[in-house]
């Protein structure tokens, strides 16, 4: 039961890592495009 419990927490542990990473790399994905929608929209804006 105490390996099972520990290997539980450590695969927790890791998926929470693995959550964090993809949730910042999509949300700097998304930044990105803003930025750069943003960047068009005001180029058509002052054409």
């Known amino acids: 039961l105490g390996k099972y419990l520990l290997g539980r927490v450590i695969y927790a542990c890791v998926w929470i890592q693995l959550s964090d990473i993809i949730i910042e790399w ?16 005001s180029h058509y804006n002052i054409a």
């Open 26 to 41: 999509q949300t700097r994905k998304a930044e990105r495009q803003s930025r750069f929608f943003c960047g068009e929209f």
